[in-house]
């Protein structure tokens, strides 16, 4: 049974690990070498449960990845947008869990005071950008060749969602 959890910083670890996990493939971020826990602590620290939550997602003990929702832009006017992340385990790829992450975020926006999500996303992502569209994102914003990874330039989408008030 899969449930959404609150992160604790003893989970700090986990978390950066399934990151880690993502950043061979060139598919979900723009980091090229793995990071460390202790450069994630202040990223860590900007979240909290009443507004910017980070959540593990879990079946028993097992952590099959996070969601994070984090500040865009950093400004107080966007206070009611966040920008979401998901990064899931690859051994928990393929299972419908991002789909069921979307949904989980999306019934707690409400309580959050969010109105706005937005989704980072590399072009050649097909697999995320299918599943945040599936989930009603529109493209909001296209950087073509932005990111230079492995001596190939890529494009960024932004993709967006609005939610009532």
């Not at 979240?47 to 996070?66: A, C, M």
Request: hydrophobic share 40%.
């Amino acid at each position: 049974m899969v449930e959404y959890i609150y992160a604790k910083i003893e989970d700090l670890e986990k978390i950066v690990d399934i990151y880690n996990q993502s950043i061979p493939g060139r598919l979900a971020t723009a980091d090229l070498e793995e990071i460390s826990v202790e450069s994630r602590v202040d990223w860590f620290n900007a979240h909290n449960p009443e507004t910017r939550p980070l959540w593990l997602i879990k079946d028993g003990e097992k952590v099959l990845g996070w969601i994070s929702l984090s500040d865009f832009y950093g400004r107080p006017a966007y206070s009611k947008t966040a920008e979401v992340s998901i990064y899931l385990d690859n051994s928990a790829q393929g299972q419908g869990l991002g789909q069921k992450a979307i949904e989980f975020v999306e019934s707690n926006l409400e309580t959050l005071g969010v109105t706005t999500l937005l989704s980072f996303i590399f072009g050649h992502n097909k697999a995320s950008l299918n599943l945040f569209k599936k989930n009603g994102f529109e493209e909001w914003g296209h950087l073509p060749q932005v990111a230079l990874m492995d001596d190939v330039e890529r494009d960024l989408d932004i993709l967006g969602k609005k939610y009532e008030d």
